[in-house]
């Protein structure tokens, strides 16, 4: 499947070393808000909407996920982008990770988090993709929003903003998406990927438990991990602070060695 033109948003300074951040299934953009002023202030990051997301373009599914892969490197092409950091939560990682194993050349440092290489079973996927095409995103918003977020979250509306994000999903494009995951075995290329990592994994994420980030960081030559302790699936968003300075920290690192 051909590459599509997917909705980015751009923030911090042009000459700024690039940043680019790829969101769950289900979400869009919005999802990187509380990481964005801090990110942006020594980095030009990137956020983009998966095709079938957000104001990206739905084409018809199913999806692979190099079809999401090549839709992000065709993003860097577009917008001048030869290198990057490269991160993404959930499918953004998956996505990520993808692109760390096809393109190198692209990747200078990946961060992953709440995400797996292999995440199955294929069935709970064929059954989600057949729930939505069904009965609308509706149909599964209660159980997913429950896995975002941890037991007792303090919440300020940010549980309700991320809500309203899943029910705009398109449901083709979100069912496109959920086959792009069932059938996902990244496991084989995990090793080849050269990239330093970092792997942060929510401790009470029911969706992508920390297992599914020991495997990654095993495998992975140059990983690290971190396990937030009481995150759930959206772990930026209950932990933000944690996230954005673990982010800071691994990505400035690469910075002063470039230096």
């Known amino acids: 499947m051909s590459p599509?033109?997917?909705?980015?948003?751009?923030?911090?300074?042009d000459d700024a070393p690039v940043l680019v951040l790829g969101s769950s299934i289900g979400t869009s953009t919005a999802l990187w808000e509380p990481q964005v002023p801090a990110l942006a202030r020594r980095?030009?990051?990137?956020?983009?909407?998966?095709?079938g997301h957000g104001r990206?373009?739905?084409?018809?599914g199913p999806y692979e996920l190099a079809d999401l892969g090549g839709d992000v490197i065709a993003l860097l092409d577009r917008l001048g982008v030869q290198r990057a950091h490269v991160g993404g939560l959930s499918l953004g990682g998956m996505v990520a990770m993808w692109v760390a194993a096809h393109a190198p050349e692209r990747v200078?440092?990946?961060?992953?988090?709440?995400?797996?290489a292999k995440l199955g079973p294929p069935e709970l996927w064929a059954g989600r993709a057949a729930s939505v095409q069904a009965g609308g995103m509706p149909a599964i918003a209660d159980s997913v929003v429950a896995r975002w977020f941890p037991e007792g979250f303090a919440d300020d509306g940010t549980v309700a903003r991320m809500r309203e994000v899943l029910l705009a999903t398109p449901?083709?494009?979100?069912?496109?998406?959920?086959a792009a995951i069932e059938v996902m075995d990244l496991e084989p290329v995990l090793p080849t990927i050269t990239a330093p990592t970092l792997v942060i994994a929510g401790g009470d994420d029911p969706a992508t438990p920390p297992e599914h980030a020991e495997r990654i960081a095993a495998a992975v030559p140059a990983a690290r991990?971190?396990?937030?302790?009481?995150?759930?699936h959206l772990a930026n968003?209950?932990?933000?602070?944690d996230v954005t300075r673990l982010l800071l920290e691994f990505l400035e690192a690469s910075?002063?060695?470039h230096a």
């Open 108 to 116: 200078d440092r990946l961060a992953l988090l709440c995400t797996s």
């Open 237 to 241: 968003l209950s932990h933000p602070d």
């Open 171 to 178: 449901p083709e494009g979100y069912a496109a998406c959920c």
């Open 43 to 51: 980095f030009r990051v990137v956020r983009y909407d998966h095709r």
């Open 56 to 60: 990206s373009p739905v084409p018809a």
């Open 255 to 257: 910075e002063r060695n």
């Open 4 to 13: 599509v033109a997917l909705h980015s948003v751009v923030d911090g300074p």
């Open 225 to 232: 991990l971190v396990v937030l302790d009481g995150a759930a």
